[in-house]
Nanobody, 124 residues
């Protein structure tokens, strides 16, 4: 059973930065691909970024490409989402998720384990 705990959310002005962290409880964390998703009020959960188990492959949603960076630290069982040049439209609850081998990395239904989410609010 993998438990995921996100942290690092908060309130920031447009143009600012935040770094989200997702700590995993499972010692076999290195076997899992990790994803970040977000959900704004009244909207469906959407893909943000994903990183492969090895850390060698990453994918990003077009809306965050060039501004967000996903990374992982296997020694700390933690995945990060560095968010720069934040915009008000980035406001959402951000979730991390894990799965050993998601067939479609951008589909939230492909991920079995989820964290509780952390709120990110970007003011204009």
């Amino acid at each position: 059973q993998v438990q995921l705990v996100e942290s690092g959310g908060g309130l920031v002005q447009a143009g600012g930065s935040l770094r989200l962290s997702c700590a995993a409880s499972e010692r076999t964390f290195s076997r899992y691909a990790m994803g970040w998703f977000r959900q704004a009020p009244g909207k469906e959960r959407e893909f943000v970024a994903t990183i492969s188990a090895s850390g060698g492959t990453t994918y990003y949603a077009d809306s965050v490409k060039g501004r967000f960076t996903i990374s992982r630290d296997k020694a700390k069982n933690t995945v990060y989402l560095q968010m720069n040049s934040l915009k008000p439209e980035d406001t959402a609850v951000y979730y991390c998720a894990s799965e050993i081998a998601p067939a479609r990395y951008s589909d939230p239904n492909e991920y079995y384990y989820w964290g509780q989410g952390t709120q990110v609010t970007v003011s204009s």
